[in-house]
C-alpha cells in the first residue's frame, strides 16, 4: 500500500493525501485532487517530493 501525503511545509499540517495499492502518477494526482478539494493553492505554489521510494519517515 502507498500513501501520498501532502503536508505544509511550515504547519506540517496534511493538507491533501491518497492511498493506493500501487505507486502511480495517478497516486499524486488524486492527493492534489484531494488538496484542491479542500483548499485554494496560493498563486506560485511549489511543491516538492523527497522522492521516497519505500522507507521513508
Known amino acids: ?3 501520498c501525503v501532502i ?4 504547519t506540517k ?6 492511498m493506493s495499492d500501487r505507486m ?3 497516486l499524486v494526482t ?3 485532487l484531494s ?3 479542500r483548499h485554494s493553492l496560493a498563486e506560485g505554489c ?3 517530493s ?7 519517515v
Open 1 to 3: 500500500m502507498y500513501h
Open 7 to 10: 503536508r505544509d511545509v511550515v
Open 24 to 26: 502511480t502518477k495517478e
Open 46 to 48: 511549489i511543491f516538492h
Open 30 to 32: 488524486n492527493a492534489i
Open 50 to 56: 523527497d522522492r521516497c521510494e519505500g522507507g521513508g
Open 13 to 18: 499540517d496534511v493538507l491533501g493525501d491518497y
Open 35 to 37: 488538496l484542491t478539494a
